[in-house]
């Protein structure tokens, strides 16, 4: 019948993660002889089911034979500060004395001191900065990712870290999803008046970037070091005024509430959770908003309380799994080690660990497009040289990505070799030679 795709991955074993399927994993299409095929046009995905039930007369530009491998979808990191200047080695030190995150904030460190640093940097600095934290994420098979402001807290500034958030989306070949975080911490020149400040960010700031088109969601930090419900509610509803969905770190630190509140505004997601009540729970799972679960936060503040797993399981919470990358409370850049952390210190199953890193991941940022394989889906894949998907969360430090695709376009780590392959004239790539 003549198709003629842009792209044909054929013998693999695909995890789809559709929830087409009871098993969590969903399909797992040709999962024993790797005989399942996936075709690429335009940019999404045509064709997907066994290899041996191909229409007649089918064709594509390319041809990859991926030998058994399996395909997933592109990870999509849904929580990262991934823009920011400098880091925070110095305070990594005080804390292995004994000092506390908190305390190390209370003096006047922790977010503020990455503020001055961000402030100083220029777009192009914070994009160069930023370029290779990106870069070690998207080796891992990420292609989605969601970059947070809230290191300028300024309009200026926090407008800088935005346009180079959108910048690394075009250089590094993400798709990039941004938030708005002003309500990270209170600047200096706020200090004492986190009520005039939220003032500030409701009038000037937020109708402002709103209007550049430079933010896709509304973020705060909800604690005792940051800001009240109330503070954050009265920047939800100003969200709502420009039709931009809301989420929140909340329950991290302490139980403040804030689950209960984002869900009240119909927020996509509550992330961090370690502190959240049955109540919290309760109102997530009535809203739709998922869990974010931040792991890496979890390990490096050496926290002890968990985030309530069973109950959110048990009311059917979707729970996604993130990096939070950032300078003082997970500088982590492997999305494949948030998984493995989730499994070994919240105790997800491998399976709920790769939905909250592709399906899961984009229900909480509110995109229907992605994080399943099925027609229609972008074609966003990774391939992964593995023998089981559950070694994706096993691995630690350790990247068994074959090949990344990015909207139907291939790359990866032997993506040199295949001009070798293509000059001997031989059309099929495949990701072991
Ligand atoms: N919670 C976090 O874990 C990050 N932001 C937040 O609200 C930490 C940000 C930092 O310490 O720089
Ligand atoms: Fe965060």
Redesign the pocket.
């Known amino acids: 019948m003549g198709n003629s795709w842009d792209l044909l991955l054929r013998r693999a074993r695909i995890a789809t993660l559709t929830e087409a399927d009871d098993a969590l994993l969903g399909a797992e299409l040709g999962a024993e002889h790797g005989d399942a095929a996936i075709a690429v046009a335009g940019g999404h995905i045509k064709w997907i089911g066994k290899d041996s039930a191909l229409p007649a007369g089918a064709s594509a530009v390319r041809e990859i034979d991926c030998e058994g491998a399996w395909l997933t979808p592109g990870l999509i990191d849904c929580?990262?500060?991934v823009v920011y200047g400098g880091n925070r080695s110095h305070e990594f030190e005080r804390r292995l004395e004994g000092i506390s995150y908190e305390q190390i904030a209370r003096d006047g460190g922790g977010i503020r001191s990455t503020v001055k640093a961000t402030r100083d940097a220029s777009v192009e600095q914070l994009v160069d900065q930023s370029a290779p934290r990106l870069a070690r994420m998207r080796a891992e098979g990420l292609t989605t990712v969601e970059i947070?402001s809230g290191y300028g807290l300024d309009l200026a500034s926090e407008r800088r870290m935005l346009r180079a958030a959108q910048w690394l989306a075009e250089s590094q070949h993400v798709s990039v999803r941004t938030s708005f975080l002003g309500a990270h911490a209170v600047p200096e020149e706020y200090a004492g008046q986190p009520d005039a400040f939220i003032d500030h960010l409701i009038e000037d700031v937020l109708p402002v970037l709103a209007d550049e088109g430079l933010i896709d969601a509304v973020d705060a930090?909800c604690e005792t070091i940051a800001f009240t419900t109330e503070q954050v509610d009265r920047l939800f509803v100003a969200a709502g005024k420009y039709g931009l969905p809301v989420k929140l770190?909340a329950e991290q630190l302490s139980d403040q509430g804030g689950a209960a509140l984002v869900a009240k505004h119909q927020g996509l997601s509550a992330?961090?959770l370690e502190y959240l009540s049955q109540s919290g729970v309760e109102a997530m799972a009535k809203a739709g908003t998922v869990a974010v679960l931040?792991p890496g936060?979890f390990y490096f503040l050496r926290e002890t309380q968990r985030p309530p797993i069973a109950a959110l399981r048990q009311a059917g919470v979707p729970m996604a799994v993130a990096t939070?990358c950032?300078p003082g409370?997970?500088p982590l850049t492997s999305p494949l080690l948030a998984m493995n952390l989730a499994c070994v210190c919240f105790g997800l199953t491998a399976a709920e660990a790769l939905a909250g890193m592709t399906r899961e991941a984009a229900r909480a940022l509110g995109l229907d497009d992605r994080g399943t394989l099925a027609v229609g889906q972008r074609a966003d894949l990774a391939l992964w040289n593995v023998d089981r998907p559950a070694e994706l969360a096993y691995g630690m430090g350790h990247n068994p990505l074959a090949l990344r695709v990015f909207q139907g376009v291939v790359e990866g780590p032997m993506v040199d070799r295949q001009h070798a392959v293509e000059d001997s004239g031989d059309p099929v790539l495949s990701p072991r030679l």
């Open positions: 929580h990262t500060h947070k930090f770190h992330d961090h931040l936060a939070d950032n409370s997970s």
